[in-house]
C-alpha cells in the first residue's frame, strides 16, 4: 500500500487520475489537495472512497509539510495550475501564485521531508507539465521532443516552463527524486466548461454560438485524459529520475477539424438517442437542423500559437506509453458522458 499526494486532485486532469489511480491501485491511499477554485469540484471525485479531499493551498507550505509527515507520504502528482489561457492574458499574477510560487511551496516541502530530515526514504515528485512550454511549429516543423528550446508566447505557458525549470534545479541542486511530463490538449470527462470541446458541446445543446478564434486552423495535438493518466502511471512506475517525457494522443488536428466533428457527433446522439430533443430544445439537431449553423468566427486570441505536435518517442520507448483512444472514439464517449452527467456540469453553467 502506498499513499499518495495529488495536487489538484478535484480538477480535471486531476480528478480523472484519481479516479483512474483508485481503479488500477485499489490498495494506495489517495490524499487529495485541491484549494477548490473556480475549476475544482468536489463532486468530481465524489464516491472514490480511497480520496481524501483536503480543501487547502499548495502555497501552504507548512500544511504541505504536515501532510507529508502525518500521512506518510512518498509520492507527490503535481496537477495544481491555472490552466485557461484567455485567463492568463487578462489576469497574469494569479498564473505566477500558482503556477510558479506553488510549486516551488512544494518542492520545498518536499525536499525538507524527504531529503532534509535524513530518512533517505524512496520518494517521488511527478510533475504535470503542458507542450505549451515549447511554444509554436510552423506547418511543416518536426513535432515537440524533450529537447526543444522551451519558447513560451503566453502568461500562462511562461508560468508553466518556470515551474518544470523549479522542478529540474530541485532534483539537479538537491537530488529530489523528481519526474516531468510534458501533455498534449486533453479533452474527456469531468472538463471544466471553459475549454474548447466541453464548450462547444454544451453551446450545441443550448443553441449558443460556436465561437472560432481567427481562422480555426490553429493544429493540436488531442489526448484522451485516460491515456495521459496511464502516461503519468508508466512516468511513475518506469520513469528515470530527473528526466521529462511528452506524453501525447497521436491525434494532430486542426481546431476547425474538431469543430466539424463534434457538430456530427452531436446532430448523430440526437439521431440515435430517444428524448434529446425534449431535453435540449434549444439546439439546432431538436429541429433537425444542423449543429455546424453554429458556428461563427470571432477575433483571434492574442499570441495564439499557430501549432502544437508531440513526438512521444522517448515516452514510448523508455517508459512503455502509448495512447490507447483514437480521437473519434474519444470524442465520441466525451459527449455521451455530458449527456449523461448534466447533473455534474449544469450547476457550473449557473455560475
Not at 82 to 91: A, G, K, Y
Not at 100 to 123: E, I, M, P, Q, Y
Request: net charge negative; charged share 25%.
Amino acid at each position: 500500500m502506498a499513499n499518495l499526494l495529488v495536487t489538484g486532485g478535484a480538477g480535471f486532469i486531476g480528478g480523472n487520475f484519481v479516479h483512474y489511480w483508485a481503479k488500477t491501485h485499489p490498495d494506495d491511499a489517495i490524499i487529495v489537495l485541491d484549494c477548490l477554485t473556480y475549476a475544482g469540484n468536489r463532486s468530481t471525485i465524489a464516491g472514490v472512497e480511497q480520496a481524501e479531499l483536503v480543501v487547502g493551498d499548495i502555497r501552504d507550505t507548512d500544511l504541505v509539510d504536515k501532510l507529508l509527515r502525518e500521512r506518510d507520504i512518498a509520492t507527490i502528482v503535481h496537477f495544481a495550475a491555472e490552466s485557461h489561457v484567455d485567463r492568463s492574458i487578462h489576469s497574469p499574477d494569479a498564473f505566477i501564485d500558482t503556477n510558479v510560487l506553488g510549486t516551488n511551496s512544494l518542492l520545498k516541502a518536499a525536499r525538507a521531508v524527504w531529503l532534509d530530515t535524513g530518512t533517505g526514504r524512496d520518494h517521488r515528485f511527478h510533475h504535470i507539465s503542458t507542450d505549451e512550454v515549447y511554444g509554436s511549429l510552423g506547418a511543416h516543423d518536426p513535432a515537440f521532443s524533450e529537447a526543444h528550446q522551451y519558447q513560451p508566447n503566453s502568461p500562462y505557458s511562461a508560468s508553466k516552463a518556470a515551474s518544470d525549470h523549479l522542478v529540474r534545479a530541485y532534483h539537479h541542486t538537491y537530488g529530489l527524486d523528481t519526474t516531468t511530463t510534458n501533455c498534449s490538449n486533453n479533452y474527456g470527462p469531468y472538463h471544466y466548461p471553459e475549454k474548447l470541446i466541453p464548450l462547444f458541446i454544451l453551446n450545441a445543446l443550448s443553441g449558443k454560438p460556436l465561437p472560432i478564434y481567427g481562422d480555426g486552423m490553429n493544429v493540436r495535438d488531442w489526448l484522451y485524459v485516460e491515456d495521459h493518466c496511464r502516461g503519468i502511471e508508466a512516468a511513475l512506475q518506469r520513469g528515470v529520475a530527473g528526466e521529462t517525457y511528452n506524453i501525447g494522443g497521436g491525434e494532430e488536428l486542426p481546431n476547425m477539424a474538431v469543430i466539424d466533428r463534434i457538430c456530427t457527433e452531436v446532430d448523430r446522439a440526437f439521431v440515435e438517442i430517444d428524448g434529446l430533443a425534449d431535453r435540449y430544445p434549444d439546439a439546432p439537431a431538436a429541429r433537425g437542423r444542423a449543429t455546424s449553423e453554429l458556428k461563427t468566427f470571432v477575433e483571434d486570441r492574442k499570441g495564439h500559437d499557430r501549432r502544437y505536435a508531440i513526438d512521444e518517442t522517448k515516452a514510448r520507448s523508455e517508459i512503455g506509453y502509448a495512447p490507447l483512444h483514437d480521437f473519434e472514439e474519444g470524442l465520441r464517449g466525451t459527449l455521451r458522458w455530458y449527456l449523461e452527467n448534466e447533473d455534474w456540469w449544469r450547476p457550473l453553467q449557473a455560475r
